[in-house]
């Protein structure tokens, strides 16, 4: 059997009540939220299990949630099995990132949870320095939801590109108010089947972010990152992160470039990968490796204490 490539779920995953059974049930898991407590001096563990979710949901809050939980379920799941969860490669979408270099051992949880709530925070900042939104486009494919943005860019003087490209006929956009409604309305008009805003008011993957990078990139500098014990699939660039300052590099230009999920998961189909295992919260990623690769329809999605007790079979 290979070994499986770990899946990440970034932000948009988090839901009231995840982790709270894997908690109750594993020490393991009690400690890693023990530990987020202390270090951000308030009870995340109480906001992830009890909300209320409003709160959650805040990009300050939602990222060291997200990065928290995924680390508990990582945590509990290898106390089950017994041994470290031994993996091929990880790969995490945005937020997502972080956690995957965690359990490559490229960065200590602690420092990873220091710079997401940073992260959050820089990119709440960033909204109110340069405005703008982010919207989900489905079913028109990625050349033609670009034709739109470049279209928009040019006709309104603002800018709106690809932030996300996650599966086919899935992508987000992101950018300016008014770039981002002309980009809306023409991908209606083109024949998408859903267009639909997204709940924040910040545009992630965009140059709008540079208002706050070379703060980010201070925080980025100020933490040891290690070589990674198993590669990790760099968003920006759908390659192989090994050395630690391309790690660096990674986390900083991840705040304005395009997460490339997509190409992310070919890549690692066409290196041979065949196992995977989504750790979070959501099922997201599960549902697109399925829509990116059919022969991936059914793979482990470790969200509860239920799940990792059944993980020993399903990996058999």
């Not at 109480?46 to 409003?54: I, V």
């Not at 470290?84 to 270099?101: Q, R």
């Not at 359990?103 to 997401?116: I, P, S, T, Y």
Request: hydrophobic content about 50%; charged content about 20%; some cysteine.
């Amino acid at each position: 059997m290979s070994q499986p490539v770990l899946l990440f779920p970034g932000q948009g995953a988090q839901e009231v009540g995840m982790g709270a059974d894997v908690s109750a049930h594993s020490p393991e898991a009690a400690a890693i939220y023990a530990q987020a407590d202390d270090i951000l001096g308030f009870a995340l563990s109480k906001l992830c299990f009890e909300g209320p979710e409003e709160q959650l949901t805040d990009t300050v809050n939602a990222q060291p949630a997200l990065l928290t939980t995924s680390i508990a379920l990582l945590r509990a799941t290898e106390a089950t099995l017994g041994h470290p969860l031994h993996a091929s490669a990880a790969a995490g979408h945005s937020l997502g990132e972080y956690s995957a270099l965690v359990a490559a051992g490229a960065l200590d949880f602690a420092d990873a949870l220091r710079l997401v709530r940073e992260r959050g925070r820089l990119m709440k900042l960033a909204d109110q320095r340069a405005a703008g939104g982010m919207a989900a486009i489905i079913a028109l494919d990625v050349a033609r939801v670009e034709q739109i943005c470049e279209q928009a860019r040019a006709e309104s003087g603002e800018f709106v590109h690809i932030a996300n490209d996650n599966c086919p006929g899935q992508v987000v956009i992101s950018g300016h108010e008014s770039a981002l409604e002309q980009a809306m309305a023409a991908a209606r008009a083109a024949g998408a089947r859903k267009v639909v805003r997204l709940a924040v008011t910040i545009a992630a993957h965009s140059p709008l972010m540079a208002v706050v990078q070379d703060e980010f990139a201070a925080a980025v500098r100020a933490v040891d990152i290690h070589p990674p014990r198993f590669p990790v699939i760099a968003n920006s660039t759908a390659t192989a992160l090994t050395d630690p300052e391309l790690i660096r590099q990674e986390l900083v230009g991840q705040l304005q470039n395009s997460v490339q999920w997509t190409a992310s998961m070919l890549y690692l189909i066409d290196q041979g990968h065949d196992q995977f295992i989504e750790i979070g919260p959501g099922g997201v990623l599960a549902g697109l490796l399925k829509r990116i690769d059919r022969r991936f329809r059914r793979i482990p999605s470790v969200a509860t204490w239920e799940h990792i007790q059944a993980l020993p079979q399903r990996l058999a």
